[in-house]
T-cell receptor
Framework: AQSVTQLGSHVSVSEGALVLLRCNYS??????LFWYVQYPNQGLQLLLK??????LVKGINGFEAEFKKSETSFHLTKPSAHMSDAAEYFC????????????FGKGTTLSVSS | EAGVTQFPSHSVIEKGQTVTLRCDPI?????LYWYRRVMGKEIKFLLH????????ESGMPNNRFLAERTGGTYSTLKVQPAELEDSGVYFC?????????????FGEGSWLTVV
């Protein structure tokens, strides 16, 4: 069975600091991996996705994530945090078959202080 | 192009009442999903339609929940009768048929409060 573990329910950084949000997955087949973001009172927005092409994936708003099969990880990073990055971030996995539903992690709330 | 739209955005109902949530997927998307996030918990899969057929409804919590997608376009999710533990945000999502790894696009959610 697939699962996703996000380490740390809350992460706090200063503006300009590195953002690192951790995600580990479990899957019996090569996975497809996603990061979604939810800003306050808004829906889920796709940040980036890994679909077995390049292992380093670049997304919107300066975020990127690296797929590491040996570590079963897909951590999300951004070199310099902005105040506008404050939101809740969700890592998700699917088996990759067309239309397969997503399995989500519990989410990580990112706070950015000035 | 319009995204996934959900109605109502917020609903407050009393325990025992009925609520119907509606989702309009992105035009042309055969796959339609319902997810739910109860306060403090993770986002959980409820069910998946391919066109008008239920592909997977393993996440539906109990028989108080009924989802339909007549004609393979919009979908409704009815909760009858609602219980306090049904409170949360209900997300609808859609994706194109075909290739693996297709992006699943989410709506803004319907926030349900049962009092």
């Amino acid at each position: 069975a697939q699962s996703v573990t996000q380490l740390g329910s809350h992460v706090s950084v200063s503006e300009g600091a590195l953002v690192l949000l951790r995600c580990n997955y479990s899957s019996s087949v090569p996975p497809y991996l996603f990061w979604y973001v939810q800003y306050p009172n808004q829906g889920l927005q796709l940040l980036l996705k890994y679909t077995s092409a390049a292992t380093l994936v670049k997304g919107i708003n300066g975020f990127e994530a690296e797929f590491k099969k040996s570590e079963t990880s897909f951590h999300l990073t951004k070199p310099s945090a902005h105040m506008s990055d404050a939101a809740e971030y969700f890592c998700a996995v699917s088996e990759g078959q067309a239309g397969t539903a997503l399995i989500f992690g519990k989410g990580t709330t990112l706070s950015v202080s000035s | 192009e319009a995204g996934v739209t959900q109605f109502p955005s917020h609903s407050v109902i009393e325990k025992g009442q009925t609520v119907t949530l509606r989702c309009d997927p992105i035009s042309g998307h055969d796959n339609l999903y319902w997810y739910r996030r109860v306060m403090g918990k993770e986002i959980k899969f409820l069910l998946h339609f391919v066109k008008e057929s239920k592909q997977d409804e393993s996440g539906m919590p109990n028989n108080r929940f009924l989802a339909e997608r007549t004609g393979g376009t919009y979908s409704t999710l009815k909760v009858q009768p609602a219980e306090l533990e049904d409170s949360g945000v209900y997300f609808c999502a859609s994706s194109q048929a075909g290739s693996s790894g297709n992006t699943i696009y989410f709506g803004e959610g319907s926030w349900l409060t049962v009092v």
